[in-house]
């Protein structure tokens, strides 16, 4: 199915699109297609995607396995208590790590349904209570006064955001909820039938 | 929203001699209301440092501390005093130290119009009284007993404005309580000053449902807040400590607009009243929907011990009592946000305006709320307020509403009211309301005020 490339730009008043119908959105150099200021800076478009960002940055010297050792810690976390990262409103989340020349990069890139701004406090919150917070202290240049320095915490955020200039969505503009919600009927519709046999 | 009523009905007083906070150096305002039934909101302006000290210095003494207000003394009139960033440097505060306050408090409201969702009618470039403009410097805040004491005093001021040259009055706006005094309302008829969070150290005793004190340091710039011990205060000390950031809105009320609407979408006066209690969360009376789902309970409404005990996760998990969208399941959506704790905000402030008798056409006469909200972060407090609570058209996965008080409202907006077996959805809330002004202010303690004249002395 052709997908369908819009390019007029989306404001923050985007309505409910189709999501029957596949589309793809480019975005401007700078991220956004006219600035508007959220409380920390300017807001990025959401996209046929959702909302997003993709933070990069080079890590400490000698510090990649600290890093990956956390993959175990987040996951134990999650197990532990599985709605810890409610607030965030995610999609997915993905870290990578990668090597440029002999430097190393980490890539956090995350999918949610609100822009960064709004929970921003929340966010950085959680990462302390969760203990994903000192994987970015492995990262050169973070804030090292981050647990009492919000606006820091964004500023680094923000500074290492790379920006997508194409984002698609097979089912656009869908939010995590109501894609739990359609399961949820679907389980429930099945449990019905079964009720009725 | 708060209008200027009797404090006795709130329960709980400041407890004398309490060591956690110095009662004596914090300015009243954020603390406790005092039995004022009228005030009036003066907004001015400095031409020159020296006349922006000597209007302070005479003022000093006049300014109501925590501790005076909260004691049994006798008095009538009661003053609190605040400043721009524009006006601490119009004082003499130098621009290291300018540095070193928040970035939002710099910038001033009108620069974060943006953030706040001041747009269309409520953008700065509409403002009344010269509150968008960089020469608004202070605000002296009178609270009197009545009318008269009232016009005593701003004559009182008057006379001391003229003996400081270079000290402008940018406006100025009376408020008074509306009837019936008995309890706090404002012109749409809701109750008012229900859910209000309470200082620990203050000696007050938070009404149930209302959460334990919280720590004074989300209040108050020096002590512990609720995630460990103050950081990152503005310098130099003696001007931060024991100060206050507060957000003032001046916010019109179109009461004909809103009888209207209740009239298209109510066909009889109780479905108008299902219709008003829908939009605010709580009915006219004040009474919780979470509480009184199915019809008014006005003794409820009235019952300190009652009307704010209640939750939303498991009381209310749907909506259908208390709408996801109402106004206050958004401005305090309880167990259901996050960080709660790092989010609340004292509000003060009154009405303004004559009343709209009921069944009268609208008059075309401003009336409305003139608000503070104080807090001790701009953007993590009233911003985040603003900006998520009350203008996310997302908020709760609504996907197109916002905040039917509050919010900003332009016809294009929704309000989905959860219902069995299907919910019950009004498209194209109007603009109930429209903010004609606001600032951001800092309100020193009384030592930073005498460190503020000080600033002088070198001349």
Redesign the interface.
Same mark, same amino acid.
């Given at each position: 199915m052709a997908a369908t490339v819009i390019e007029t730009p989306f404001t923050?008043?985007e309505?409910?699109g189709d999501w029957t119908k596949p589309s793809a959105m480019a975005i401007p150099k700078e991220g956004y297609f006219s600035l508007?200021?959220?409380?920390?800076g300017p807001i990025y478009p959401r996209t046929p995607a959702c909302y997003g960002f993709t933070i990069i940055a080079k890590i400490k010297p000698g510090r990649e396995d600290t890093i990956r050792a956390y993959g175990n810690t987040i996951e134990k976390a999650i197990g532990d208590i599985p709605d810890a990262l409610?607030?965030l409103k995610l999609h997915y989340l993905r870290w990578v790590l990668f090597d440029i020349g002999q430097d190393t990069y980490f890539m956090y890139q995350g999918i949610f !349904?609100?822009d960064f701004?709004?929970?921003t406090?929340?966010a950085v919150?959680?990462f302390k209570s969760l203990g994903v917070n000192t994987v970015f202290e492995n990262l050169e240049g973070f804030p090292e !006064?981050w647990k009492?320095?919000?606006?820091a915490f964004v500023k680094f955020v923000r500074e290492h955001q790379c920006p997508s200039f194409l984002e698609y969505g097979e089912y656009p503009f869908v939010?995590a909820?109501?894609i739990k919600k359609a399961l949820q009927l679907k389980a429930k519709f099945s449990e019905m039938l079964d009720l009725m046999q | 929203m708060s209008t200027l009523q009797q404090a006795q009905e709130i329960p709980g007083v400041l407890a004398e001699g309490s060591g956690l906070l110095d009662l004596e150096d914090i300015q009243h305002f954020l603390m406790s209301r005092p039995p004022a039934r009228v005030a009036r909101y003066e907004f001015l302006h400095f031409r020159n440092e020296r006349g922006g000290r000597a209007w302070l210095a005479g003022l000093i003494d006049k300014v109501g501390t925590a501790k005076k207000v909260g004691s049994s003394i006798v008095d009538s009139r009661w003053v609190t005093v605040g400043f721009t960033c524009n006006g601490l440097k119009a004082l003499g505060v130098d621009a290291a130290s300018l540095a070193t306050f928040?970035?939002?408090f710099r910038q001033g409201m009108a620069g974060r119009a !943006?953030?706040l969702g001041l747009t269309g009618r409520n953008h700065p470039g509409q403002w009344v009284g010269g509150l968008e403009s960089a020469n608004l410097h202070a605000i002296a805040i009178l609270f009197a007993r009545d009318v008269a004491e009232r016009e005593r005093c701003e004559q009182e001021h008057e006379r001391h404005v003229k003996q400081c040259e270079g000290v402008e009055l940018l406006s100025a706006l009376d408020l008074e309580g509306i009837p019936p005094f008995d309890y706090a309302h404002e012109h749409f008829g809701y109750r008012d000053r229900l859910s209000q969070p309470v200082i620990e150290g203050s000696g007050e005793v938070p009404t149930p449902g209302s959460g334990p004190p919280l720590k004074a340091g989300e209040f108050f710039l020096g002590y512990s807040d609720e995630?460990?011990p103050a950081?990152?205060m503005p310098q130099p000390q003696v001007l931060s400590r024991n100060g206050s950031y507060v957000a003032y809105l001046r916010m019109e009320e179109h009461v004909g607009a809103f009888r209207d609407f209740l009239r298209q979408n109510g066909e009889t006066p109780e479905q108008q009243e299902w219709v008003a209690a829908k939009l605010m969360g709580r009915w006219r009376s004040g009474a919780p929907l979470v509480l009184a789902p199915e019809k008014d309970d006005p003794s409820l409404g009235a019952d300190y011990s009652r009307n704010n005990d209640f939750n939303y996760r498991t009381m209310d998990p749907h909506g259908y009592g208390c709408p996801l969208g109402s106004h206050v399941r958004r401005m305090n959506p309880r167990d259901t946000a996050?960080?709660m704790n790092?989010r609340k905000m004292i509000r003060r402030g009154g009405t303004y305006g004559p009343v709209l008798p009921e069944g009268a056409p609208d008059d075309g006469i401003e009336r409305g709320i003139a608000a503070f909200v104080g807090c001790a972060s701009l953007?993590?407090q009233f911003?985040?307020a603003m900006?998520?609570w009350a203008n996310?058209?997302?908020f709760h996965?609504l996907?197109?509403e916002r905040d039917p008080i509050v919010g900003t409202q332009d016809g294009?907006y929704d309000l989905t009211i959860p219902k069995r077996p299907i919910k019950k959805k009004i498209r194209g809330i109007p603009a109930f309301t429209t903010i004609r002004g606001g600032a951001y202010f800092f309100l020193p303690g009384i030592n930073a005020l005498r460190y503020l004249v000080g600033l002088g002395k070198a001349d």
């Open positions: 923050s008043k309505k409910p508007k200021n959220g409380r920390y409610a607030t !349904d609100t701004d709004k929970y406090e929340d919150a959680l !006064d009492t320095n919000a606006p939010t909820d109501e | 928040p970035e939002e !943006d953030v995630d460990g950081t990152g996050a960080n790092r953007v993590r911003e985040f900006n998520v996310d058209p997302n996965e996907g197109n294009s």
